[in-house]
């Protein structure tokens, strides 16, 4: 069975102080996409029982993430949520990173994390995120050096929308700013927080919590179309 790695962020503050954590929707709505099909494993920077934002908790009480908080598998997941340090890539065939503001406070200055992103990109496999999750792939680059999102169409949560939730001054870049000066090619949902999924190859990011479910569908689709992961 093909197996998927999902990132957690382990910062629990902002840089104003503001409490954070990876965002509910986030990982409800891809993880019960893929969980039929694929064996997914927990990690993030520190390990076990990383925060979650209780603003999400509170904001989202689709059945999903509601079954998400109360379901004794993920919670088992969480609790032993491996140290990225003790990741090895070759275990998994393609790597989901969950938003919350995170991935730009954490995840993004992260040298494993730039390292782990690097072997997964390299190895051509999979590399996934949504909302601020792309900010956590700032680091990665290919066999040349080069950035992954070189050459890449891609979404993450725009300027627009990080303005419009007052997180501007909780996050040390813009990722939208940032991948740009990457060389990536930026798309974006014609309405604030309308979903929108953007794949290149194995590349596939998500705009917002609402393209959840896409960025979960699309990691799927690549999973099945590939001949060597087919159950």
């Known amino acids: 069975m093909p197996s998927v790695l999902f990132v957690f962020i382990s910062a629990s503050k902002t840089l104003t102080g503001k409490p954070t954590g990876w965002y509910l929707p986030e990982a409800a709505h891809p993880y019960y996409i893929l969980s039929p099909h694929v064996q997914i494993d927990f990690a993030a920077p520190a390990g076990a029982n990383p925060p979650i934002d209780e603003y999400s908790v509170k904001s989202y009480t689709d059945d999903g993430s509601v079954k998400f908080l109360n379901d004794e598998t993920v919670e088992q997941k969480l609790a032993n949520a491996k140290k990225l340090v003790n990741i090895d890539y070759k275990e998994y065939d393609a790597v989901f990173y969950v938003g919350g503001h995170g991935p730009a406070i954490d995840l993004a200055s992260d040298a494993v994390n730039a390292r782990l992103v690097s072997d997964f990109w390299k190895s051509g496999k999979i590399v996934a995120a949504v909302c601020h ?29 990080e303005v419009a939730i007052n997180g501007v001054n909780e996050i040390p870049f813009s990722p939208e700013d940032k991948i740009i000066e990457l060389g990536g090619i930026f798309e974006k949902a014609d309405e604030l927080f309308e979903a929108k999924t953007v794949v290149d190859g194995k590349l596939v990011t998500g705009q917002n919590p609402a393209s959840s479910a896409g960025v979960g569908e699309a990691i799927l689709k690549l999973i099945k179309g590939d001949q060597r992961l087919r159950e």
């Open 133 to 161: 999750g792309p900010a956590a792939l700032v680091q990665g680059v290919d066999e040349h050096g080069q950035s992954i999102f070189k050459g890449k169409k891609f979404t993450v949560l725009s300027n627009d929308e």
